[in-house]
Antibody, heavy 118, light 106 residues
Framework: EVQLVQSGAEMKKPGESLRISCKAS????????ISWVRQLPGKGLEWMGR????????HNSPSFQGHVSISVDKSITTAFLQWSSLKASDTGMYFC????????????WGQGTQVTVS | DIQMTQSPSSLSASVGDRVTITCRAS??????LNWYQQKPGKPPKLLMYAASSLESGVPSRFSGSGSGTDFTLTINSLQPDDFATYYCQHNYITPYTFGQGTNLDI
């Protein structure tokens, strides 16, 4: 059974750094891209970027370029989303999602990680 | 970036109704269009992919159509479990943008 299990809720101050995680299981980790999706409070879904776990090639949406970084650790089949300097406007829910057939068809999702910056 | 515009933004319907949600892309995306359902406090769930293909396990009352720039999601005979927010998303080229969502309520 495919599972994406995300790390728990975080409460941070502006300017702090943060890394949240997405632990994958139930499939061959290197075979499928993982995307990150943001949902601000009461708002819609925003695709942030994706990573190919086979070679760690990542690609961010221009809207998020330079503000977040996406990485993986194949040894523990885990993807990460990282900020070096958080802003209050980063407060929201963050989902990881698995591209099942191609990188953009998001067939499996993590449960979400709530990030609060205040 | 390709912009995705959904209509309506909100929709009220009753159990048993047939509803249609539309999604328009700012440029052609062929059939690279997915639909998701999201309920409060939950992650999105993939319903349709490639514009008209039903994801495994999704009830057949859901259907999708369209190509190029105009797409529709139709739900036949609404069930209580269908009241949720629906998003379209293209996966033609990155960035994979979503529509703003359609809130379907009773």
């Amino acid at each position: 059974e495919v599972q994406l299990v995300q790390s728990g809720a975080e409460m941070k101050k502006p300017g702090e750094s943060l890394r949240i995680s997405c632990k994958a299981s139930g499939y061959s980790f290197s075979d499928h891209w993982i995307s990150w999706v943001r949902q601000l409070p009461g708002k819609g879904l925003e695709w942030m970027g994706r990573i190919d776990p086979s070679d760690s090639y990542s690609h961010n949406s221009p809207s998020f370029q330079g503000h977040v970084s996406i990485s993986v650790d194949k040894s523990i089949t885990t993807a990460f989303l990282q900020w070096s300097s958080l802003k209050a406007s980063d407060t929201g829910m963050y989902f990881c999602a698995l591209g099942t057939y191609d990188s953009g068809r998001l067939g499996f999702w993590g449960q979400g990680t709530q990030v609060t910056v205040s | 970036d390709i912009q995705m515009t959904q209509s309506p933004s909100s929709l009220s319907a009753s159990v048993g109704d047939r509803v249609t949600i539309t999604c328009r892309a700012s440029q052609t995306i062929r059939t690279s269009l997915n639909w998701y359902q999201q309920k409060p406090g939950k992650p999105p769930k993939l319903l349709m992919y490639a514009a008209s293909s039903l994801e495994s396990g999704v009830p057949s009352r859901f259907s999708g159509s369209g190509s190029g720039t105009d797409f529709t999601l139709t739900i036949n005979s609404l069930q209580p479990d269908d009241f949720a927010t629906y998003y379209c998303q293209h996966n033609y080229i990155t960035p994979y943008t979503f529509g703003q969502g359609t809130n379907l309520d009773i």
